[in-house]
């Protein structure tokens, strides 16, 4: 434009739009600005030279430094594994039994097994392992096989009546329903509840006793304490694994229901497993 | 046109001009940017300015030299006397250690800091930023730097016109490279409050230090560098809340930089000329040193001002100034609002007239009994008492709660899931996550028992006791152990559905406790 105008107040030249009266200054950028807006050219230069930045056909180019944050997460979970190193490596060459007495050991495989115990076991045994009907309660002191860290360890390793594991722990009670009358069934059930110090028919204890010595101690035992080698339950505590009234009993007689528990060996690794036993021990009820 | 002019109308000469002024007269507009315009202080010397050397000298030798004073605390804790722990959540100061779930002693400190800046603003004004403020002291600290290499003020006006001589280059360049080893420096200072000074500094130069000590100091040393040697004043006045915040804190009895015009007006320098036209000067001879020395530019001769921090140079000034021409000194002076106001009262006989300064001085040339001078006492008065004794209380509450603060906590959490455990032969077991605190930096062995609970007994994982009413747990120095307790009580002690019992933590040896009172829960009874 060839008429330059310049505003009076400020002294400066304006850009020659003008709206209702309204002109436009033309100051140049500020300073500061301008150097922000250079180095941040310079420094998108750098990023575009060091780092992967112009897309191509197939990936983008892969900048000076080969960075890449495919990489970057393989590194962080390296350092991860890195960090928790000694310990695993530790804990796979410490035998179960043993990790308890080393106080460090203990500290990381009671985090490690109660992370894993949140993973795999809370869908059955619940998030505090209170269990539920059919699913043992694993903070108390009954165990059907066993509460020893090592018997422990065992059963998470090859579980219970898994069919695809050879070394499963594996028991089944017959369905007696098939082999007593059902007299026999209501009387050794009562039986069996008044054990545990639970009051029942008095009339029906007496033959009831005598079914159980015939049909039931070989398993359950003579005063029905349970055996942890076949995972028959001890009778005549507090604890019932079902329903533990006079009904549920004789349901459980006629025709037994029996948990599976998957093994866990081959799924998690021995090192997890060792921690979840430590931590299954650590809870309250281990032998 | 006088065919146009009816009968009983005016003439437009007898219309009166009101005197009415558009607030935003055109002629009065001025653009809402203006641009800073430098300011070179000039070295003032005066009591004042003896006193900001002081106060420097101290503040900034605190700064550098607090994180090097070692504090022994045994074999188990730092020796570092004043320590930031951020990675252990420990702060030491001297005899005291805080753990994180005490910060409320920070708190109390800063309330402190609060309650004491409120007393000494309304006792003394901006005292803070006259004196303390890191922005003033680094200011002042970078001034010191810029004289000794570039002059003082005249010759540093006449090297900022100068051409880029090779001269004006070099002290240029030394100047800045100067300013910024000082900023690396207070940078520097700033990161051994966080980790072990000697070994950090170690570290420091042969790179092994941490990533965000070396961010730390470049961050510092470009703010310091940025606000100390380039934007100065304006920080004060359009970055800092402080100047805006001043006023609620003054009154009119508050000790401010005043000028005290009853004496100083009318300003001038031909006190016989005046004279010869039946005008007496005041004591103002218009020199401009309150001016040249002013770190902010500003002429306190124009009253008080949002940009005036009170560094009190211009009394230096002035003073100086006043000595030499043998008058009183004190025409710049510390003074309140209501003595000024009185004065002022005597000078203009109550506002009648201009300012005469012959009124406060009696024939003898000494002031009148009447005109108030400066009086320290004016700093006891309600307000500041208020101020002193809420500032006392609490710091006497803090001191009381770090003279009876615990060294050894118990914290108890119940199991949320399961509530409780039905044991094979009826008992009820709880489980808790105890949490035990031995809070001094020496190991110690702590009694973990049981009250109150009949029958109950407990056992830990990992502590390998057996089942009592009682377990003694070794704690490692300065450190929290958290530890699983299992408490059983058998059934036949079991009352109702909750049981309040206590947890109790001792050490024998010192008969400090801590006692939890916790629940115990089990069945409802059937």
Known sequence: MSDKHV????????????????RELNNPLPRWWLWTFYATIIWAIGYMVLYPAIPMISGATKGVLGYSSRQEVAENLADAKAAQGTFVEQIAATPVEEIEANPELLQFA???????????????????????????????????????????????????????????????????????EPEQIREVAAYVISLSGTPSDAALVEPGKVVFEENCASCHGETAQGDKDFGAPNLADAIWLYEGDEAGVAAQVRQPQHGVMPAWGARLGDTTVKQLAVFVHSLGGGQ | MNTHTRQNEVAAEDIERLDADPVNAAWKRKPLYEARKKIFPKRASGRFRQFKWLVMIITLGIYYITPWLRWDRGPFAPD?????????????????????????????????????????????????????????VWVDLYLVVERAIEGDR?????????????????????????????GVATGGAWIFYFADAPTLLHNFFVGNAPAVAYMTVGILTATTYLFGGLMREQVCTYMCPWPRIQAAMLDENSLVVTYNDWRGEPRGKHAKKAAAQGVSLGDCVDCNACVAVCPMGIDIRDGQQLECITCALCIDACDGVMDKLGRDRGLIAYATLADYEQNMAIATGGGTHAIDPEKVRDPDGHFHDKVKHFDWKVIFRLRTMVYMTVWAVIGLALLVALLSRDRLELNVLHDRNPQYVLQSNGDIQNGFTVKLLNMIPEPRVIFLSIEGLPGATMTAPGVNQPAGTSLAISVEPDRLREI?????????????????????????????????????????AR
């Open chain 1, 7 to 22: 505003d009076e107040v400020s002294g400066v030249e304006t850009t020659g739009h003008v709206w209702d009266g309204i």
């Open chain 1, 110 to 180: 009671m985090a490690g097994g109660a992370a894993a115990f949140k993973v795999n076991c809370i869908q059955c045994h619940g998030s505090g392992a209170q269990g539920s009907e059919g699913y043992p309660n694993l903070n108390d002191d009954d165990w059907l096989w066993g509460g020893s860290i090592d018997e422990v360890y065992q059963t998470i390793t090859h579980g219970i009546r898994d069919p695809q594991d050879d070394d499963a722990r594996f028991s089944e009670m017959p369905a007696f329903g098939e082999m007593l």
């Open chain 2, 80 to 136: 570092q006397a004043v320590l930031v722990d951020l990675a252990n959540r420990r702060f030491y100061f001297f005899f005291i250690e805080i753990w994180p779930q005490e910060f409320f002693f920070v708190a109390g400190l800063l309330v402190m800091a609060g309650f004491g800046l409120f007393l000494i603003t309304s006792a003394v004004g901006r005292a803070w930023c006259g004196y303390t403020c890191p922005q003033t």
């Open chain 2, 154 to 182: 005249n010759a540093r006006m006449k090297l900022e016109s100068a051409p880029w001589t090779f001269d004006k280059v070099w002290k240029r360049v030394s100047k800045h490279a100067i300013w910024l080893l000082i």
């Open chain 2, 484 to 524: 699983k307790l299992h408490v059983t009580q058998p059934k036949e002690y079991i009352e109702g559905a909750v049981a309040k019992f206590r947890l109790v933590a001792e050490d024998k040896s010192s008969t400090e406790r801590d006692v939890y009172v916790a629940n115990f829960n089990a069945p409802e």
